[in-house]
Nanobody, 119 residues
Framework: QVQLVESGGGLVQPGGSLRLSCAAS????????IGWFRQAPGKERDGIIC???????YYADSVKGRFTISRDNAKNTVYLQMNSLKPEDTAVYYC?????????????WGQGTQVTVSS
């Protein structure tokens, strides 16, 4: 059974950092692109970052320079390092898998993890 599980969310003060993890089971991430999305209350879900199987990365302007995506294929896990967090980063964060490796066609999704940035 294909499954993605996010973890690492929580409450952090503005300017702080968090690292989210996206652990896969039931398949290997080696040949897939993995994207991170977020959905704030009352807003649509937005794609913010993606890493392809060969390590190419794509960032939305809203997170460029603050967020970094990386992958550890040995652990079948992708990470999202979030620095300089702002209140507007508050959202539920989801990871998703694109087995076509295009960062455009996501077939599998995690359940999400809440990130709240507040003082």
């Amino acid at each position: 059974q294909v499954q993605l599980v996010e973890s690492g969310g929580g409450l952090v003060q503005p300017g702080g950092s968090l690292r989210l993890s996206c652990a896969a089971s039931g398949f290997t991430l080696d040949y897939s692109a993995i994207g991170w999305f977020r959905q704030a209350p009352g807003k649509e879900r937005d794609g913010i970052i993606c890493i392809s199987s060969d390590g190419r990365t794509y960032y939305a302007d809203s997170v460029k320079g603050r967020f970094t995506i990386s992958r550890d294929n040995a652990k079948n896990t992708v990470y999202l390092q979030m620095n300089s967090l702002k209140p507007e980063d508050t959202a539920v964060y989801y990871c998703a898998c694109d087995q076509a490796d295009t960062c455009e066609d996501y077939a599998y999704w995690g359940q999400g993890t809440q990130v709240t940035v507040s003082s």
